[in-house]
């Protein structure tokens, strides 16, 4: 009977325990318009941005082609600036909008652009699994009905919205 239990526990983790959803992301995605400056309108919160408000994140291209990430925020608890550098890569050419990234090398996460407008002004960020979510915009607010657009189109893909957060960008 334990061999069995091991066996069906063994299967069900390498076959069966993962969750992701299949995640459709933009393509063309060009790091070359995606770099610079991004700040954070609304996330699902979790405990690396946890009391976190006026967040930004900038992405520069490295010489070897990968992504330098800053992610910056002030801790309201802690009342002082945090950064947290980090490093981005496409791992499929060809899927230019499933990016994986790294705070704590070797373990990389899913990035997943989901939405961009053609202008590169605004994006929603996801995961396959549903528990990351991020919209970003390259200025400090959005417009309700552009917020509007990109959580029904989260929600759409099986985000549970009411999870999101708007982030304070009023930071002195």
């Known amino acids: 009977m334990k061999k069995i239990t091991l066996i069906l526990i063994t299967s069900l983790f390498m076959f069966g325990c993962k969750t992701n959803k299949e995640l459709a992301t933009v393509s063309p995605v060009d790091l070359e318009q995606y770099k610079g400056t991004w700040y954070e309108i609304a996330r699902f919160d979790h405990s690396f941005e946890k009391n976190l408000s ?6 520069s291209i490295r010489e070897d ?7 910056k ?13 980090g490093i981005a890569k496409v791992p499929n050419p060809e899927v230019p909008g499933e990016i994986k990234v790294s705070f704590f090398r070797p373990f990389y996460g899913d990035y997943f652009v989901m939405k961009l407008d053609e202008d590169y002004k605004h994006v929603l960020v996801g995961s396959p699994t549903r528990e990351y979510l991020w919209v970003l915009s390259r200025t400090k607010t959005m417009s309700e009905e552009t917020y509007a657009e990109y959580i029904a189109f989260a929600q759409e893909k099986g985000f549970d919205v009411s999870r999101l957060m708007k982030i304070d960008q009023d930071c002195k």
Request: hydrophobic letters at 25%.
């Open 54 to 59: 006026c967040v930004s994140a900038t992405y």
């Open 65 to 71: 082609g990968k992504v330098k990430v800053l992610n």
């Open 73 to 85: 925020g002030y801790n309201t608890k802690k009342e002082k600036w945090s950064e947290a550098n």
